[in-house]
């Protein structure tokens, strides 16, 4: 009878199993289908243009230097796309990565999730990931964020494992993991943190904590290393954008990282997103209740959110809803813990209500698609632009001018121009119906091509930059071989021509 028992527990135990990976690969197939099309054939926007330039160096040593030039960030994703595209991936292919990681991300979710929960809320942690709004956008991009998601999982995978069973092995996999980590983002480096405060106040962890805290140690070394570049990096000033502490931001960060924007009614708009703060609150408590690992899961969805407010709050610029992509999925964890309470039928309700809002919002917020900077530069091309001829732009100055720079034949630098004389011929992307009924209305107006909602246009005869039609527009003109009528704007000075009223 014994050994009947064992068998039917072992047989259970397959099935398990079974189960647990069939629902894994499930949400790694979901991810991959909603990310894949975007990262083939969207245009790269402004930061993927920055990526793609650092990508293209011949050697490591140049990404390296390019990175600490240009970037906030660390190294180590570049030099992953680099060495994907030295052996051989298209640029617009190297996004694949992106893709691969969002994959892993969905499918490592339910497996680590599923320590903490059952089946079937560990799967709706992983589709939360799968169908989250910052999730999907950045799956699909040439930029390090979702792998940072991911590597935040594999941190507590990694973590939770060598306490369990503290092998060298373990260690060494859990070092690995903090190394790469701290080289993707270095707002992983806050998840880091998490883990050590853990450590420290964890029972379980008790007799463990000088062996845990040296294979972290250990794993931080590159990091330190590199830690002299960052310091560079922080002096440039790089995160003026995100402009000072704003309460509302902060609250509705959880939120964001699901859905694209937040209700429109007035009572929803600012209750939808607090209701999200309180369940990641009141699950994370749950979790942390029931097991010291429940407790991890809870404080890496929590702390480096907490964390990054304070320093936000203290003064420095870094807050910012992708920055904080690594927390989360485990918010999404214990915000599913919070049905484990109730009944079996309200709690497979509100799992299906939730799903539909997932998909729901899947939708909605991917119904506009990004701005086909490719088919703008081909419009130009098309009705003859050159280097000499200055754009009327319409629209965003930064947001424009790197992908233009990318997609125009022999991706010559542009900058702003500052208007002299009239031209005989100038170019105009129009953003808006009044921009695009301006331009529609301009004297010698001679073609236009329609993407989407941006008008391009060429026009014809002797045009004055400075006419009142062009009002509200910035100028922008080739570095080198511009025609007389616009000159270009010394890089020093753009900040403050910007700033100025058009």
């Not at 979901?30 to 160096?57: K, M, N, P, T």
């Not at 702390?303 to 936000?312: E, G, I, K």
């Amino acid at each position: 009878m014994g050994g009947i028992r064992t068998l039917t527990a072992s047989h259970s135990e397959s099935a398990e199993r079974r189960k647990l990976w069939v629902t894994a690969t499930g949400a790694a197939a979901v991810a991959a289908a909603v990310r894949i099309s975007g990262a083939l054939h969207y245009a790269f926007w402004q930061d993927e243009v920055s990526s793609a330039r650092i990508i293209l160096e011949r050697t490591p040593i140049g990404v390296a230097r390019h990175v600490g030039r240009t970037e906030s960030t660390p190294p180590a994703w570049y030099a992953l796309a680099w060495l994907a595209h030295r052996l051989g991936v298209p640029m617009a292919d190297v996004r694949l990565l992106s893709v691969l990681a969002g994959a892993f991300l969905a499918a490592a979710v339910v497996v680590y999730a599923r320590t903490l929960l059952p089946l079937w809320l560990s799967g709706l942690a992983g589709l939360a990931v799968a169908l989250g709004y910052e999730f999907v956008f950045h799956g699909r991009e040439l930029r390090a964020y979702e792998l940072h998601a991911l590597l935040s999982v594999l941190l507590a995978i990694a973590a939770s494992a060598f306490v369990a069973i503290p092998s060298r092995r373990r260690a060494v996999v859990l070092a690995v993991v903090v190394a790469a980590g701290a080289l993707t983002n270095y707002f992983f480096l806050l998840s880091v943190a998490t883990v050590l405060l853990w450590i420290a106040v964890s029972p379980s962890v008790r007799a463990l904590r000088r062996r845990a805290t040296a294979a972290i140690a250990l794993g931080l070394v590159p990091f330190v290393v590199w830690s002299p570049v960052m310091a560079l990096q922080y002096r440039r000033h790089r995160f003026s954008f995100i402009g000072p502490f704003d309460s509302h931001t902060v609250l509705s960060s959880y939120w964001s990282l699901f859905a694209r924007a937040e209700p429109h009614t007035a009572v929803l708009h600012d209750a939808a997103p607090l209701l999200v703060v309180a369940g990641v609150v009141v699950g994370g408590g749950l979790l942390a209740r029931r097991s010291d690992d429940g407790l991890l899961c809870a404080l890496l969805a929590i702390a480096p959110f907490v964390a990054a407010s304070l320093v936000w709050l203290a003064g420095p610029r870094i807050f910012d809803v992708r920055n904080l992509i690594g927390v989360g999925p485990f918010a999404a964890i214990t915000l599913a813990a919070l049905a484990t309470p109730l009944p079996r039928v309200a709690a497979v309700a509100a799992a299906s209500l939730v799903t539909a809002l997932l998909v729901y919002g899947f939708i909605v917020g991917n119904r506009v698609q990004p701005v086909s900077y490719d088919r703008v530069a081909e419009a130009l091309v098309s009705e003859g632009w050159s280097t000499r001829d200055p754009i009327i732009l319409f629209g965003n100055f930064y947001a424009f001018r790197s992908p233009l720079e990318w997609y125009l034949p022999a991706r010559p630098p542009l900058t702003l121009g500052e208007p002299r004389e009239t031209c005989g011929r100038i170019f105009v992307i129009a953003l808006g119906s009044a921009a695009r009924s301006r331009t529609l209305g301009a004297p010698g107006l001679a073609a236009t091509h329609r993407v989407r909602g941006i008008l391009v246009a060429r026009v014809e005869g002797r045009n004055s930059l400075t006419d009142g039609r062009w009002r509200r527009s910035r100028v922008l003109v080739a570095e080198k071989g511009h025609a007389p009528c616009a000159h270009p704007v010394p890089e020093a000075e753009l900040a403050s021509r910007l700033s100025a009223p058009s």
